[in-house]
């Protein structure tokens, strides 16, 4: 009997095919899922299906849309598709859908990301929990979809032209100085989209020179894991940067919902200086807006939206819990420290393109390298997300709690220690995996690494 408590986290549904969840689950998550949209008053009779490019994605996203027509909707299906695309299509056809795909994760992995119309997020307080429930108990009294007559074949759209147009006129990149921009998409989504958005011949030719790396959709990621947020993942990217004379180079995860970015020297730009750089762009925009910023993110961008006469406003970390704190201050733009980027223009929701789309422009309206413009962004020093396996994770936060009494603590997202110095730390639980991540940021790099060290010795011992 599958025990969907173990695959369904904080803001989505995530696990390993077949052994913790298969056709049979997605089909009464399906029926789950649509039961709760019913039960709302969700507008509109449809519901939108897309998948990546894992193996599983087909299956799974077939066995979901029969358990949505049991329970009384219609399914339009658009196919392969990035998670921003799914969600475009969902804030422009004010419809609910769902996203199949684990992400980052390794291949074996699959995942559903669901959404009410317009994008709206669902999370385990906005729904997810409930949809858990009602597909746990039609799992366990053996329910399925009625065979009956043959389902009507689903309507079936293609939504890639327009969601690059609608891209291409948030962002502006016509009159940019001409860039080399190699591209990672790690043989995820960012393969599909890229070429369409900054490079379709049907759109206005861009000043942009695209060198593609690992663009074949394979979702068993035969060249690196498609999760940049792993420096091992970017090694092939700084080194084509360099060899190409690249002015910059970009990193899409397997489901191009994120985007990590490297500067004409193969160096990391952080996500904290994207989110900076970017809310600078959108205040420019629209002054005295509110921007949103997980508490991970560096000291450095609440600093800078307040430089640029923004409102910073933090949140936990978690796509469900910026989004719903987006909806709730309005907020123009929102970031975190993994690559996340969210936008008010784009129904509050991420997409890591629309990101990269404005780092272009930003580099392309001035004439600095990169790594000079990323400067203006970076005022600490940060140890990057390290991931640590621990047994019990409650008990070992606590017991890193008792080590540093006199520290400020903070307990918005695990917990989180401030030193008088302006170092911090925050250690939490993964909600997609059992481990617990640690981030430390500090004035300088002797005291970020004697911190990372002291606190990792702690966890691990």
Known sequence: MS??????????????????????????????????LNGSGEPGEAVLIAHDMRATGPGLAAAFAAGVRAEGRTVIELGLSSTDMLYYASGSLNLPGAMFTASHNPAQYNGIKMCRSGARPIGQDSGLAEIRDRAQARLDKGESAPAGEPAAPAERRDLLPDYAAYLRKLVDLSGIRPLKVVVDAGNGMGGYTVPTVLGDA?????????????????????????????????????RAVVEHGAEIGLAFDGDADRCFVVDERGEP?????????????ELAKHPGATVIHNLITSSAVPEII????????????????????MARTNAIFGGEHSAH???RDFWFADTGMLAAMHTLAALGEQSQPLSVL???YERYVASGEI????????????EVRAAYPDAEADELDGLTLRFPDGAWFNLRASNTEPLLRLNVEAPTTERMIALRDEVLDRVRR
Request: proline letters at 7%.
């Open 3 to 36: 025990d969907l408590s173990q695959i369904v986290k904080a803001y989505d549904v995530r696990g390993t095919v077949p052994d913790q969840w298969d056709e049979r689950v997605a089909e009464a998550l399906g029926a789950a899922f649509t039961q709760v």
């Open 202 to 238: 049907a759109l206005p030719a861009l000043p942009l020179e695209i060198v593609p790396l690992y663009f074949e959709l394979d979702g068993t990621f035969p060249n690196h894991e498609a999760n940049p947020l792993d420096p091992a993942n970017l090694v092939d990217l700084q």
């Open 269 to 281: 730009v952080s996500p904290s200086a994207i989110t900076a750089l970017v809310a600078a762009r």
């Open 306 to 325: 307040r430089e640029h006469g923004g409102e910073p406003v933090v949140a936990r970390v978690g796509h469900s819990f910026i989004k719903a704190e």
């Open 341 to 343: 980027y969210y936008f």
């Open 374 to 376: 990323a400067s203006e």
């Open 387 to 398: 991931n640590s396996t621990v047994s019990d994770q409650a008990a070992k936060v606590a």
